[in-house]
T-cell receptor, first 111, second 107 residues
Framework: NAGVTQTPKFQVLKTGQSMTLQCAQDMNHNSMYWYRQDPGMGLRLIYYSASEGTTDKGEVPNGYNVSRLNKREFSLRLESAAPSQTSVYFC??????????FGPGTRLTVL | KNEVEQSPQNLTAQEGEFITINCSYSVGISALHWLQQHPGGGIVSLFMLSSGKKKHGRLIATINIQEKHSSLHITASHPRDSAVYICAVYNTDKLIFGTGTRLQVFP
């Protein structure tokens, strides 16, 4: 089992460009999450999906959209990147409110 | 005030020392996570607990629900324990994270 995989690992964008971060899990988990991690702050929830076909906003959803493509895949899209979105992005999955398993992260820089 | 507070923010220890990291929270929770983040960035779940105490190797986690407090202990610390330790609580099916405790263990 690969667990939770994320692509890409690194990305540099210019302000205004768009991109999609991909996340997939092979553990048959219902719940999937997108977080961002910034220096001096705890991980913050951007969006989550409690099950296939449902998505909900987290603490910091502005500037992002998500798609739960199927049970395995949960993507995060930045339509018009801004420097404030420079961060490390983590995807995670779980069986409801049990242990969360994290992907390796995507380091995004917006110039 | 953050809903999840950790102390200390930074901790330096000599190999072999007993280490304690504290976590206090101000919201109702269904469970509490302790996570480890290594310098490479990957995040691994160490424990999830909702009462009492759990032990895994040299790591021990305790929680006091009445006092809204949890501790992570590392016995016989080793340089490979150097990492950021993160406390997170489950509140309404979502995790709320502390800002982490950076631990460095020197030989």
């Amino acid at each position: 089992n690969a667990g939770v995989t994320q692509t890409p690992k690194f990305q540099v964008l210019k302000t205004g460009q768009s991109m999609t971060l991909q996340c997939a899990q092979d553990m048959n988990h219902n719940s999937m999450y997108w977080y961002r991690q910034d220096p001096g702050m705890g991980l913050r929830l951007i969006y989550y999906s409690a099950s296939e076909g449902t998505t909900d906003k987290g603490e910091v959803p502005n500037g992002y959209n998500v798609s739960r493509l199927n049970k395995r895949e949960f993507s995060l899209r930045l339509e018009s990147a801004a420097p404030s979105q420079t961060s490390v992005y983590f995807c995670a999955s779980s069986v409801r409110d049990l242990t969360q398993y994290f992907g390796p992260g995507t380091r995004l820089t917006v110039l | 005030k953050n809903e999840v507070e950790q102390s200390p923010q930074n901790l330096t220890a000599q190999e072999g020392e007993f280490i304690t990291i504290n976590c206090s929270y101000s919201v109702g929770i269904s469970a509490l996570h302790w996570l480890q983040q290594h310098p490479g960035g990957g995040i691994v779940s160490l424990f999830m607990l909702s009462s009492g105490k759990k032990k895994h190797g040299r790591l021990i986690a305790t929680i006091n629900i009445q006092e809204k407090h949890s501790s992570l202990h590392i016995t016989a610390s080793h340089p490979r324990d150097s990492a950021v330790y993160i406390c997170a609580v489950y509140n309404t099916d979502k995790l709320i994270f502390g800002t982490g405790t950076r631990l460095q263990v020197f030989p």
